[in-house]
């Protein structure tokens, strides 16, 4: 392992550990009367999970040299990018959706709770992610910057649109084009937020905020080819979710319209791509380009 | 009819067209290949409803005696809150919650769709809601504060909270105490950052978005006792919405509590406190105080 993987790994490590403390510390100290949904939200926030988001967020922050206790609000941004996520999740995995039990290896929420429970920590993950953006140490127009960057990636042309459109072809054809499009609203919006979130709180110009934008372009649609590819490869305890569930659910992926060989080379023309945008920074992007292996390499 | 009363009638009807127009103009020319979900959305927001929440922030505005023209972006404060006021209606309507197939006259979202694009349209509207603040004509300061407002009244310590505590009660006895809090969190919350809104946009300072808020807090529970009312008394053509429906899913509410007697006696005792909060603006409160009338009087 070279000295840069070595550093990247170590440092993943703790970044994942940051974000986990972050957001018990953004939930610790916050006294609501309702109890049970505090308890409910925070099941589904904690427990786990890749957290590339937040990775993602703090990697691309590093590209200032700075530590990170010296980025005001940098954490704020890896929690609600999280938090965002996970409420997207809970979501998700409701029975009139994909109707999961299963999510980072333990029951989903509205099987330990009920589904009503389950909608409504949804509905408050994503206030509160708004809300810990609004009220971090950011400056004013880096907290608008964001919030304006998550509502778009979350909403209608975004996560949701994506969701929205993935629902409708359940059993249908898609070309390449259309697959792409799809994942690019469902999960791909939300990872060029987060590098847009770290480059935005270090005050990078529009230019490189663009140049960055292709990494996680890239980045983001390899995340999916690879879930594809695990989906039909890998077993349930090892995802830490149900695997196999897009060919039982007839959904078009890129191991259905590429074959495995097709999809694993895409997958490695993008990561490829998402290096390359890169180069620019030199070895300062070498946690993004960690990011990006990780990415391409996961079993889970 | 007193002047100032038929004045606020007319300024009433013109309002609440003028967010109509407003909520048609967020939904135009926003081109995205999730047309179907936006459909929806689309479907979910227009088509009527009292429009309190929009008529709070403008009529807040209006103290500052400028015309609604000359306040840049208090039309995205208006359709902001009533997106966000329908995402809870369209989410507060699915089967594993309320289960209810009419709202504003019409069949509900998941009722014309199905249940998983309900849950999209709820999540994809709170989202726009979000992003109309930040991408409006408000100064950065005034968005910040309000997304801030709009983050807390909407979740955990806010109206999911109360959903939840009114979810977990079904069925219990619950104190006058208990009720009231539940309520002010369900639906005092929101309204209270509608006031608080259309204070922020005309740059009001903090006292007297304090005093403001007074009027706000006992206006949003005379609002809940009123509805409580109608629930018991009214029909679900005159509602527009199943009538009866709390005493069906057996919900502790004002009437249950305090009989219909003792709950419109404090509708009226909640009403002369929201009156009374305005006294220091004069005159140019007639129109808060008009929709402090409505709330009273209304028949649905």
Known sequence: M????????????????????????????WSVSAQQLKDAMHYAATGGGKRIRPLLVYATAALSNKPLDDIPGIDDCAVALELFHTYS???????SMDNDDLRRG???????YDEATALLVGDALQSMAFGLLANSRLTEAQKVAMISSLATSG??????????IDLENVGKPLTKEALENMHRLKTGALLRTAVQMGGIAIDLNPQQLKSLDQYASALGLAFQVVDDILDA?????????????????????????????GAREFARKLHLEAVESLAVWG??????????????YRQS
């Open 233 to 261: 490869t890998a077993d349930s305890q090892t995802l830490g979710k149900t695997a196999g569930k897009d060919a039982a659910a007839n959904k078009p992926t890129f191991v259905s319209l590429m074959n495995l060989d």
């Open 106 to 112: 333990r029951p989903t929420v509205h099987k330990v």
């Open 283 to 296: 070895d300062n992007a070498y946690l993004l380009k960690a990011i990006a292996d990780k990415v391409l």
């Open 2 to 29: 070279s000295n840069h993987a070595a550093l990247a790994s170590q440092w993943m490590a703790a970044s994942a550990q940051r974000v986990d403390q972050a957001i018990e510390t953004s939930f610790d100290d």
């Open 155 to 164: 909403g209608l042309a975004g996560m949701a649109g994506g969701q929205a």
């Open 89 to 95: 999740l809970v979501h998700d995995d409701l029975p």
